[in-house]
């Protein structure tokens, strides 16, 4: 049998195809996120886990994540988003992007739950979207912003 006629029936993925798959799964978890589909958020997670680094807060599991999503669109219902730069590492992808958003809705600040404002903020923040080896599901969205810029934009701080 001639040993360059056999092939394996499961190759795995080529690198360049893993890195795609990965790089599709953050731009469509984004836009998931931005369009309020929270269903397709969680989708794009083995299992959902926000580390978010304002305020210190890890959100771990669907019904955490739900519960972070569900504050934060409270607070800020016209949330809007826009990329800068999206860059590939081996096990992860890093954005940078603007987050913009109205306090039109109760707000959380130390314990306290503050009325709204009314004033729009506009901040950069950076994501670390993180997966486990071989895979192209998120295990995890790191965020890191600084929340008294949006105090302070909002007029809380």
Not at 7 to 27: C, E, I, K, W
Not at 60 to 68: C, I, P, S, T
Not at 121 to 143: S, T
């Amino acid at each position: 049998m001639d040993a360059t006629a056999t092939t394996n029936p499961n190759p795995a993925p080529a690198a360049d195809d893993l890195q795609a798959r990965r790089s599709q799964t953050v731009q469509d978890h984004m836009r998931l996120e931005l369009a309020g589909d929270l269903d397709g958020v969680l989708a794009t997670f083995a299992t959902p886990r926000y580390e978010v680094n304002g305020p210190g807060v890890d959100y771990d599991g669907r019904d955490a994540v739900l519960g972070y999503f569900a504050d934060w669109r409270r607070s800020y219902p016209d949330q809007g988003g826009e990329l800068i730069s999206m860059r590939q590492a081996d096990d992860a992808i890093v954005c940078e992007f603007w987050i913009t958003g109205t306090n039109t809705g109760p707000l959380e600040v130390n314990g306290k739950t503050l009325p709204p404002t009314g004033k729009s903020f506009k901040i950069r923040a950076l994501a670390v979207f993180e997966f486990a080896p071989g895979q192209d599901k998120l295990a995890c969205e790191r965020v890191y912003f600084d929340t008294n810029a949006i105090w302070t934009q909002i007029g809380v701080a």
